[in-house]
Structure formats: structure tokens, C-alpha cells
Nanobody, 115 residues
Framework: QVQPVESGGGLVQPGGSLTLSCAASRSTFSSSTMGWYRQAPGKSREWVGFITPGGSTNYADSVKGRFTISRDNAKNVIYLQMNSLKPEDTAVYYC?????????WGQGTQVTVSS
């Protein structure tokens, strides 16, 4: 199965931290750039950041300095470490990967930042 699978969403207070995971199959993980996106209610999907197979990362300005993407090649998993969370970070977070000219999306995981 090529489709990645996200996990780790939940409810967190403003200023708190949360880590999301995205698992992929071994056959796709090592050669795929993987990205994180999010979609808040009533808004279009927004790019959050990505990580290349070599571990290079890039982030949207809205999360730079607060969010960190990493990958564990032994487990075929990438992570999105989110710190200093704000209510405006509330969204469904999606993971995607590119494999053989096709982009595959996960089902998403809800993150709610609220007191």
C-alpha cells in the first residue's frame, strides 16, 4: 500500500506541543520526499513543510521556528514536532508523498489547539 498513514492528533492547549507521525511502506519511503499540509475549517489546504530522502527540510513561514520535520529511516516514519502551538494551528493535518510521478495523501489527523 502506497498511501501514507498519519497518527498522533489530538487536543492541546495554546503554547503546548504535539508530535504527529506519518508511516509509509518500505518500498516508497526511502526514495520519496514527504510533506505535511493542513486544512482548517472553511479554508483551503495549506503547505506546512517537507523533508527529502536525504533529510533536507523546508517550512512555511507560518510555522518556521515552531515546527520540525524529521524522519526515521529504520521505521519508515516521518514526524512533525509542533511546539508553541496557537489556536490558528487548529486543522486537519495531512501527510503526502510523491512516488513514480503520483502524489499519495493520507487520511489526515485532527489537531485542535484550545484552552
Amino acid at each position: 500500500q502506497v498511501q501514507p498513514v498519519e497518527s498522533g492528533g489530538g487536543l492541546v492547549q495554546p503554547g503546548g506541543s504535539l508530535t504527529l507521525s506519518c508511516a509509509a511502506s518500505r518500498s516508497t519511503f526511502s526514495s520519496s520526499t514527504m510533506g505535511w499540509y493542513r486544512q482548517a475549517p472553511g479554508k483551503s489546504r495549506e503547505w506546512v513543510g517537507f523533508i527529502t530522502p536525504g533529510g533536507s527540510t523546508n517550512y512555511a513561514d507560518s510555522v518556521k521556528g515552531r515546527f520540525t520535520i524529521s524522519r526515521d529511516n529504520a521505521k519508515n516514519v516521518i514526524y512533525l514536532q509542533m511546539n508553541s502551538l496557537k489556536p490558528e494551528d487548529t486543522a486537519v493535518y495531512y501527510c503526502n508523498l510523491g512516488f513514480r510521478s503520483t502524489t499519495y495523501w493520507g487520511q489526515g489527523t485532527q489537531v485542535t489547539v484550545s484552552s
